[in-house]
């Protein structure tokens, strides 16, 4: 079974799934890593954002993997060391977007989490999802929040990660964020028609997990 949860930056998509996908004891698999990593590798071999032809090359030459450990977390592999930790810093987040609007980066990164999705049952969570990488999925949610709060749960991330970064500046981030994933030629951020919407602004985290699980009955 595969149950997708799109949505825009700061929804709660990673807290959401990586628990939901913990209760019914499936793979979780966040597909917004993958592209961080690649990323964070652009980044450490000094490659210009703007250099198409290289940034494609490196995607299809590099090698990532995610795996879930028992306590529920999520280890990011790149080129086989882990990266789990790096790829959250505010550097990785202000040129993510820019990578992963790429066409030729997404065929890559499609491919490979089609296959990953399908080592079993998966929670999968990322902005095209339902749309693009597994349209047939058997459950599809969109979460959603104000832009207010979503900027609050990205600055209370970041700082609780201890990145000092202030909140003014983290709402320019998310907001470009948002125009680029939501107006990018291939793979646009939507709301598929058959996606279930949550607005999670006046949620707590365990309210919009039961809120998924309504709709996922044990199979």
Not at 5 to 34: C, E, H, N, Q, R
Not at 125 to 139: L, N, T
Request: with cysteine; aromatic share 4%; hydrophobic share 40%.
């Amino acid at each position: 079974m595969i149950i997708a949860i799109d949505g825009p930056a700061g929804a709660g998509k990673s807290t959401i799934a990586k628990l939901v996908a913990k209760k019914l004891g499936f793979l979780y698999i966040d597909t917004g890593a993958m592209y961080r990593a690649l990323t964070l590798k652009i980044i450490n071999q000094h490659i210009d954002s703007n250099n198409v032809p290289v940034i494609i090359t490196t995607a299809r030459v590099t090698a990532l993997d995610l795996v879930n450990n028992p306590d529920g977390s999520l280890q990011v592999f790149l080129d086989g060391s882990d990266v789990s930790a790096q790829i959250r810093g505010p550097k990785v987040t202000r040129f993510v977007s820019d990578i992963a609007k790429i066409p030729e980066v997404r065929e890559v990164m499609v491919t490979l989490q089609r296959s990953l999705g399908k080592r079993g049952n998966s929670v999968l969570e990322g902005r095209d999802i339902g749309s693009v990488v597994f349209p047939d999925a058997q459950k599809k949610f969109y979460l959603d929040a104000e832009f207010s709060k979503r900027t609050q749960r990205r600055w209370e991330e970041l700082k609780s990660s201890g990145q000092s970064v202030s909140l003014d500046d983290v709402a320019v981030d998310l907001r470009n964020r948002d125009t680029i994933d939501s107006t990018r030629k291939v793979a646009p951020l939507k709301k598929t028609d058959d996606a279930i919407v949550i607005d999670t602004t006046a949620m707590t985290i365990d309210e919009v997990v039961n809120a998924v699980l309504s709709h996922c009955p044990p199979s």
